[in-house]
Nanobody, 120 residues
Framework: QVQLVESGGGLVQAGGSLRLSCAAS????????MGWFRQAPGKERVFVAA????????FYADSVKGRFTISRDSAKNTMYLQMNSLKPEDTAVYYC?????????????WGQGTQVTVSS
């Protein structure tokens, strides 16, 4: 069973940047497409970005396209989310998970997430 640990969140001013990391335990990390999700206060968890298992194809929610970049380092069992030009509406707890195409269905137990707060 793969376990996921998110890190890298924090408090940043609007226009700033953060890089989130998702460390995965287990030998099967490279077998999964991976994705980032976020949950703002009082709202449902929503898809943010995904990266394919082998060829590195990336997919983004419209709200983050052009500002966020997802990447993975399978040798390190780690996935990243580079977030630039942050906006207050990006404030949320960010989670990573393995996902199934084409609907980005998460398939593992959620980690604790990492809080991102963007001040105006």
């Amino acid at each position: 069973q793969v376990q996921l640990v998110e890190s890298g969140g924090g408090l940043v001013q609007a226009g700033g940047s953060l890089r989130l990391s998702c460390a995965a335990s287990g030998r099967t990390f490279s077998n999964y497409a991976m994705g980032w999700f976020r949950q703002a206060p009082g709202k449902e968890r929503v898809f943010v970005a995904a990266i394919s298992r082998r060829d590195g194809n990336t997919f983004y929610a419209d709200s983050v396209k052009g500002r966020f970049t997802i990447s993975r380092d399978s040798a390190k069992n780690t996935m990243y989310l580079q977030m630039n030009s942050l906006k207050p509406e990006d404030t949320a707890v960010y989670y990573c998970n393995a996902v199934l195409f084409p609907n980005w269905t998460p398939i593992l137990a959620w980690g604790q997430g990492t809080q991102v707060t963007v001040s105006s």
